[in-house]
């Protein structure tokens, strides 16, 4: 029988999944409107965790959930400091096109990081579950850098974006393991504050960068036929799309942490490139290639193999 930490890490995998698409949707249809990619990417995200931010704390009201204190407060905090960020790098690097590359290195980064620190601190899951952590690594790369005639090809500076976002969620992963600690809809909820806070500090820096003597109005609207605009309606959809997505894998996530190791939960979640490449091939017609077809069926060897 399967741990609860797996199945809450794998249905958190798959809600990323469609939620990082969205955002590379979303960053896209931002762009025909912004100043360049990273205002039409901090302004999805924006977007996303104020709608999140906003059911999560009426829910947490409605419920009667205790606000976080001490560390679970602070941990929550930083990891929405550290995913507005990592977000923010990842949906740039989605809307130039490379969104297999940027997948794979994003996720392996994301599932490296936290399994180091999980190990350090609750010691060795065993060889099998090593080995298995190894092979859902290989899984991750080939599902989610094979090669697509349809695709984009990855220049450089979007591999750094990727590299650097990855890194940021391992980091968030860690901080919000410890801020689940304080319970789930608050502590995500706090997250949501870091992150918008984040987000709405660096778009103000780029809009002013820009334009030293841009009024400051709503940074990042613009004026559409006499009218401001701060996203295209298309924009707007996937952006609440992301924030239904993201957020419901979030609180699985750090429910998947609650259930059970760090590193177990980390390394099934990270798989969530397999969805984002399954929903291109349908949305996108970006057909998977026989390389991600083998990558998916070693993804399924290697939950087996983390599971016994």
């Not at 609860?4 to 698409?21: I, P, T």
């Not at 850098?145 to 990727?162: D, F, K, R, Y």
């Not at 969530?272 to 026989?290: F, G």
Request: a positive charge.
């Amino acid at each position: 029988m399967l741990q609860a930490n797996v199945l809450l890490a794998l249905a958190a995998a798959v809600l990323w999944g469609g939620g990082d698409f969205s955002g590379g949707m979303g960053a896209k249809h931002a762009a025909t409107t912004a100043r360049n990619p990273m205002d039409g990417a901090l302004r999805v995200v924006l977007t996303s965790h104020f709608g999140s931010f906003a059911v999560l704390t009426i829910i947490a009201l409605l419920r009667g959930d205790a606000f976080p204190h001490g560390l679970p407060l602070a941990c929550g905090l930083f990891a929405g400091v550290m995913g507005g960020l990592s977000l923010t790098a990842f949906y740039i690097a989605l809307s130039r096109g490379a969104m297999g590359a940027s997948a794979a290195i994003s996720g392996l980064l994301a599932a490296a990081i936290p399994s180091v620190v999980s190990i350090a601190h609750d010691g060795s899951p065993g060889w099998m579950r090593m080995a298995g952590f190894v092979i859902a690594g290989c899984a991750i790369w080939m599902i989610a850098a094979g090669e697509n005639p349809e695709a984009v090809p990855a220049s450089t500076g979007t591999m750094w974006l990727a590299v650097g976002s990855g890194a940021g969620f391992g980091v968030y992963f860690v901080a919000l393991k410890y801020a689940a600690a304080g319970g789930l809809i608050w502590p995500m909820a706090t997250a949501r504050i870091g992150s918008l806070t984040t987000c709405s500090v660096v778009l103000l820096a780029t809009a002013v960068a820009a334009n030293p003597h841009l009024r400051i109005e709503m940074p990042g609207t613009r004026r559409i036929g006499g009218r401001r605009i701060w996203l295209p309606r298309r924009a707007v959809f996937w952006a609440l799309a992301t924030a239904m997505g993201d957020t419901s894998g979030n609180l699985l996530f750090m429910a998947a942490t609650r259930a059970g190791r760090l590193d177990v939960a980390s390394v099934l979640a990270s798989l969530y490139p397999a969805s984002t490449i399954l929903l291109a091939a349908w949305a996108l017609h970006e057909r998977p290639t026989r390389r991600q077809g083998l990558g998916m069926l070693v993804a399924a060897a290697a939950v087996v193999m983390i599971t016994l």
